[in-house]
């Protein structure tokens, strides 16, 4: 009996042991996650907690003091730059190390080394497109550059620093809910983040679904549906300026017109993973000429993915050789959206096309030969290795041609052949050192200095702002573009013929920009650069609405201050409903709406045009406008079955605006023939039924229909560590970027007066412990439209009141 | 008093264990304690249940509560789909409680396996 009851009961306590202490029966290891030792209350960070500390250090040449204030914002002070950088890594990691860690596992398609086979297709997706590659070529500019190779040095040691003080029971709460351990950081993870920011930025092409829509809709309807400039276009660059001649000769291979333009291809794969277009940016700098200060303002809000933890850290660096503050990249060394004693710097995204598709030929399966200018040329492999949780490693062979990597073939997408496969030509690609541009800008101190540091920079192409104290504004859209005859790139082109390679890059001095112009301020909103004027073909996803309100808005003003940028930062004016409202207006048949649809119709003619919280009126337009757009392209988007793209929204209000007869308003699909009036309508009445379901859930109201909602990064597998519900405007084409979960990332005001005065705020906190108090705490602030005023501290502050802890770094022998 | 000995031991044992083991550490502190303390199964089951999960239970609590509660509300949801930190306390002072107490009768079963 005895030895029954011990067998019995040593099999009852193994087994537990196995359901508690591995992820096979329940998804958690209870054991050790609730653990009170080791596991999730570990991360219970107390509410007063003393973040102040005395370390001895190896990696640093002299002591470092970090000075926290009362919002966790680190002011590191230090002699030595490269000190300043390796206790940026070591904050860095300490607040954000599963955030730095999952960003770069995913620009080089890791992910499946802790999610499982579910992220293959994923890390198949980043390894063709070359990201690896793209990072490799990055680091090694980046290293042969002495400055940035001792920067980096530091940063990933102080990194390493912090991450070798971790056990299991300081590890962050993602990686005991996802069940693995952070590995040492290394040079090439700060390259990997920048290329995971190219691609977030400059990664968004169209070329596959145009081809499409040119073989679907033809050559003539690609082009109404698919403009080039749209005629509200408020370009960054003045309309009027005037263009010098293009320094190279931009003629299209003699037999583009037969096999490039009237190509008669499609491709029915999808792409997946795409970047979201919206990713995007406001900037603007006034000229102390129009200030009430007499000083330059510089605004900035880039709009992305809006997550947790943020994509930001909020940081200032005090070395000898400069003093700067700003948000810094966790993953890169410096400050990349900020301001120091004497200038300040800001970016919108340029939206350029910098990305092209070229048909292979292959000779064989083996993929070892293309066709190229009259033979078969080697191609080069990469074998990607993908290490894949509770499965075997997957091998993934990518041929590399003169343009950059096979994405696409058939061993990724089963309906292609060895006669038709996709190269990638990506900028991204190309060997560059872009932190050098951030070292440099950190350090400006005049226009001069700025002009500088940006021609360090390629890819993505971005609209860099600048203000001075000495009462200089400039913007130049800087990357390296290619240089491209007009048309190509828009479609598939052939790979076996150099003719039809880039001819170059666009020489810098080309590049749109303009310094101290008359109208006393430059802005961007990521529209495009300038008017049809600028000598070069320039694709790419361009805004057109936010623009318009922030030229007009500032147009008026005078006597600027910081509060009004605060204002038009917060901005809710629907200038795209202000154009598009009276066509609907107009062409509705009143007499065949019910009741109720009468009642939305009313709603949506007596709205302010203005996307604030509790207005009706926008949720209600943009379901008609949706509808109207749905009923005008759908039946001639879908007719083939093949992707495409859908038509910008400015296309649709610009023809409807010009051509009650555009010709697309008919549906295709019925006998009879539809005109605008028949289509506003029905779009209306279809409407209402979404509409009346909306207003029986109570989500009429714009921002209870928006839900403005902050993820983490884990998405909906983690949605007890996001915040939603934010009730805040804003919208699609609306200053206030605000969209459900996507928008103003950072927003930031600096007034260049000494001494300086500046305002910022980001839809987050410091800490990525969503155990900390810290771990949201902008968020409301950043709802309410509000600001916080940076403390910019000086050597002499030291005793301020603000702050709460000092950290101290002294070297150890 | 063997029965409160144990309670207050296994608690100490598995608090101190804890500072260089892991989680599992209360479970060997539960062999050792049902091992060396002779009581009834059902005896060596409870009282360890009872010292580890006051242990767990009320560490979990003490923590979470200079913590505001946080974090617990935020993990709670995982677990129970509710914002309640007192329910994951509880959970965590059960599971705590149960791997000791488990391994308890097992230490305990095997010392009468010993005895002739």
């Known amino acids: 009996m005895k030895y029954f009851i011990f067998a019995i009961s040593l099999l009852i306590n193994a087994s537990l042991f196995y359901v508690l202490n591995t992820r096979e029966l329940l998804p958690i290891p209870m054991g050790s996650f609730l653990s009170v030792q080791e596991g999730i209350w570990q991360n219970a960070e107390p509410v007063d907690y003393d973040f102040s500390e005395n370390l001895n250090v190896k990696g640093i040449n002299g002591k470092v003091d ?87 040095d530091a940063y990933t040691n102080g990194i390493n620093a912090y991450i070798s003080t971790l056990n299991t029971a300081k590890l962050p709460i993602e990686y005991k809910l996802l069940g693995y351990k952070p590995e040492k950081w290394s040079n090439l993870k700060s390259a990997l983040f920048t290329k995971q920011m190219t691609y977030t ?101 880039p709009h992305l993915g809006l997550t947790l933890p943020s994509i930001w850290f909020e940081i200032q660096l005090h070395t000898k050789a400069y003093n700067s503050y700003g948000v810094s990249f966790p993953g890169l060394p410096g400050v990349v959206i900020g301001f120091n004693d004497s200038i300040a710097f800001g970016f919108t995204n340029a939206g350029r096309d910098v990305k092209d598709y070229y048909e292979i030929k292959f000779q064989d399966e083996s993929k070892s030969a293309y066709w190229f200018n009259g033979e078969w040329k080697n191609a080069t492999q990469r074998v990607e290795k993908i290490k894949v949780k509770g499965s075997n490693e997957i091998l993934d062979t990518v041929a590399y041609t003169v343009f950059g990597p096979v994405i696409y073939d058939k061993s990724f997408k089963n309906d292609l052949s060895n006669e038709k496969a996709y190269a990638l030509r990506w900028v991204a690609h190309d060997t560059s050192n872009i932190l050098k541009m951030w070292l440099l800008l950190n350090r400006a101190k005049n226009y001069e200095d700025y002009h500088h540091a940006i021609s360090y920079f390629n890819v993505p192409g971005q609209n860099m702002i600048f203000a001075s104290h000495t009462g200089d504004i400039a913007l130049w859209q800087q990357a390296t573009f290619p240089l491209r005859w007009k048309g190509q790139g828009l479609f598939v082109m052939p790979g076996y013929d150099s003719s039809y390679m880039w001819k170059g890059y666009i020489p810098m001095e080309e590049n749109p920009h303009a310094l101290n112009p008359a109208s006393g301020y430059v802005s961007s909103a990521n529209q495009r650069p300038t008017d049809s004027t600028y ?48 066509i609907l207006s107009k062409y509705v048949n009143r007499n065949e709406l019910s009741s109720e649809a009468s009642g939305y119709l009313q709603i949506i003619e007596s709205w302010n045009l203005m996307n604030d919280p509790t207005e009706k009126g926008v949720t209600c337009f943009n379901a008609w406008w949706d509808s109207l757009y749905n009923n005008i392209f759908l039946d001639d988007l879908q007719q083939a079955k093949i992707p495409l793209v859908r038509p910008e929204k400015f296309v649709l209000l610009e023809a409807l605006t010009k051509d009650s007869a555009f010709r697309f308003i008919d549906n295709r699909n019925t006998a009879e023939f539809e005109d605008l009036h028949y289509q506003v309508t029905s779009a209306l009445k279809k409407a209402v039924v979404n509409l009346s379901k909306l207003e029986n859930e109570g989500k009429l109201e714009w921002a209870k229909y928006k839900n403005t909602t902050v993820y983490h990064l884990l998405k909906t597998n983690a949605m007890p560590f996001a915040r939603s519900g934010i009730l805040n405007g804003g919208g699609n084409g609306i200053v206030n970027a605000t969209q459900h979960d996507h928008g103003p990332s950072w927003r930031m005001v600096i007034e260049m007066t000494q001494p300086i005065n500046a305002h910022a705020v980001y839809p987050g906190g410091q800490s990525g412990n969503p155990g900390s108090k810290f771990y949201d705490n902008f968020i409301d602030t950043w709802a309410k439209g509000e600001y916080y005023k940076i403390f910019f501290m000086q050597s002499s502050d030291t005793s301020s009141e603000q702050i709460k802890w000092t950290m101290s770094f002294n070297p150890a022998s | 008093m063997k029965f409160l000995a144990s309670i207050i031991l296994s608690a100490l044992l598995s608090y101190a264990t804890g500072l260089f083991l892991p989680w599992w550490s209360i479970m060997i502190v539960g062999l050792i304690i049902g091992y060396s303390i002779p009581q009834k199964r059902i005896l060596s089951f409870v009282s360890v249940f009872i010292g580890v999960a006051l242990f767990w239970g009320l560490f979990a609590y003490f923590i979470s509560n200079a913590n505001d509660h946080i974090l617990a509300k935020r993990v709670a949801v995982f677990i129970v789909k509710k914002e309640d930190p007192i329910i994951l306390m509880l959970i965590t002072a059960v599971v705590g409680g149960l791997s000791a107490g488990i391994s308890a009768v097992t230490g305990r079963s095997f010392a009468l396996l010993l005895k002739k």
């Open chain 1, 66 to 152: 970090v000075y926290l204030d009362d919002r966790l914002v680190p002011h590191i002070f230090a002699e030595d730059e490269n000190d300043a950088y390796f206790v940026q890594g070591y904050l860095h990691a300490k607040f954000r190390l599963w955030q730095m860690e999952f960003q770069t596992f995913a620009a080089a398609g890791r992910l499946s080394e802790f999610v499982g086979d579910k992220a293959i297709p994923f890390d198949r997706n980043q390894r063709r497109m070359g990201m690896v590659f793209a990072a490799e070529n990055a680091l090694s500019a980046m290293e042969k550059d002495d400055s940035t190779k001792h920067a980096l």
């Open chain 1, 201 to 301: 930025l400059a990664g968004y092409d169209k070329d596959l679904e145009y081809t499409n829509a040119l073989k679907v809709l033809g050559e003539e309807n690609f082009k109404l549906l698919y403009p080039e400039l749209a005629d509200s276009l408020y370009p960054v660059i003045a309309k009027g300026t005037a263009y010098a001649k293009p320094l190279a000769d931009l003629i299209p291979p003699a037999d583009a017109d037969s096999v490039y333009f009237k190509r008669n291809d499609s491709i029915h794969f999808t792409q997946d993973f795409k970047p979201n277009p919206s990713n995007g940016s406001n900037n603007w700098a006034v000229s102390g000429s129009r200030t009430q200060s007499g000083k330059p303002i510089l605004s900035n809000d």
């Open chain 1, 535 to 582: 000598p070069y073909f320039i694709p790419g996803s361009y805004e057109v609405y936010r623009a318009i309100t922030i030229n007009k808005r500032l147009d008026a003003m005078t006597n600027i201050t910081v509060e009004d940028m605060k204002a038009l930062q917060n901005d809710n004016y629907n200038v795209f409903a202000e154009l598009a409202r009276p």
